[in-house]
């Protein structure tokens, strides 16, 4: 049988900066906004926005670059990300919401942090870290940028996938392995690297941990070699009554690894919320 989709899990798209932002808005409640990592797009969200729409308002988007959203060929700064994902809450009258980033996700929510504090009624930092890059960091990004521009996105999958996924999910989850090299496959070279550009120009966001006020999840996969749990445990350290959790069982992309578990840590920072 064929399922008619909810009218809205439909995509919907706004011209947002100047561009064309894709979105998911489903469910009513209080807002919680889902920023992907590179170089996937929005539907890394899916088992989140299936667990938590029907109490909640889940809202994903595709940042510029990525997915259903344009990927203009020019300069991108994640200060313009927190910039597109503002403008799309204004359009769609949200003032504040609890925002849910992964990665470089987590970046743009510094960003956002920095500018809009008030907008934020919770955070939730996954697999992210708060230090810029070094300067290795950053000629790493440049050459991948060249690998992107001279081989396409499936050499950037080749590369990421073992980034961004544990080796136990890579020999027995053949199904999640594919959903996350589709994702990387579709990003645009032009998205992927105007993102590298934008994490390797990104400031250093140590400095803003402690003025972090509103209720703060910090979650990590056990074997995220990216943005190890060390790196989780200075956030957590640093953020006024942040709270810590390690996700056993995944890596990088712990929501699409152990969503059960990535879906718990989001209902405690958003039952802080509401207290
Ligand atoms: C991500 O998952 O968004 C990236 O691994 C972040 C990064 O490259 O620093």
């Known amino acids: 049988m064929v399922r008619t989709p909810h009218p809205t899990e439909q995509p919907v798209q706004a011209k947002i900066n100047g561009i064309t932002l894709a979105y998911n808005d489903q469910g009513t409640g209080l807002p919680i906004i889902f920023l992907h990592a590179f170089p996937l797009n929005r539907t ?10 029907s109490q909640f308002r889940a809202i994903t988007i595709d940042l510029r670059g990525h997915g259903e959203s344009d990927a203009p060929l020019w300069h991108y700064t994640l200060d313009q990300a927190a910039d597109d994902v503002i403008e799309l ?20 929510l510094f960003a956002l942090y920095r500018k809009y ?10 697999d992210t870290r708060a230090q810029a890059d070094t300067a290795e ?13 001279k081989n396409g996105p499936p050499a950037i999958a080749d590369i ?3 980034k961004l996924l544990s080796p136990a999910t890579i020999q027995t989850r053949p199904e999640l392995v594919r959903r996350v090299r589709t994702m ?5 070279v032009s998205g992927i690297a105007g993102d590298l550009m934008a994490m390797a120009e990104r400031p250093d966001s140590i400095a803003l941990l402690n003025q972090i006020t509103c209720p703060t999840q910090i979650v990590v996969g056990e074997q995220d070699l990216a943005t190890p749990p060390s790196d ?3 956030m957590a350290d640093r953020i006024p009554d942040a709270r810590l959790t ?18 718990e840590t989001i209902r405690s920072v958003v039952s802080n919320v509401m207290r």
Not at 44 to 53: C, F, G, H, T, Y
Not at 184 to 188: H, V
């Open 44 to 53: 890394m969200w899916a088992e989140q926005v299936k667990a938590l729409s």
């Open 117 to 126: 504090a008030d907008r934020v009624q919770g955070l939730m930092l996954a």
């Open 137 to 149: 960091g950053k000629e790493a990004r440049f050459q991948m940028a060249q690998i992107a521009y």
């Open 246 to 263: 390690i996700i056993p069982g995944a890596a990088h992309l712990s929501n699409m690894e152990q969503p059960g578990l990535f879906n």
């Open 160 to 162: 990421m996938l073992p």
């Open 184 to 188: 990387i496959e579709g990003t645009q």
């Open 89 to 108: 809450l204004d359009h769609l009258s949200i003032r504040q919401a609890v925002f849910v980033g992964l990665s470089m996700g987590g970046y743009v």
């Open 232 to 234: 989780a445990k200075l």
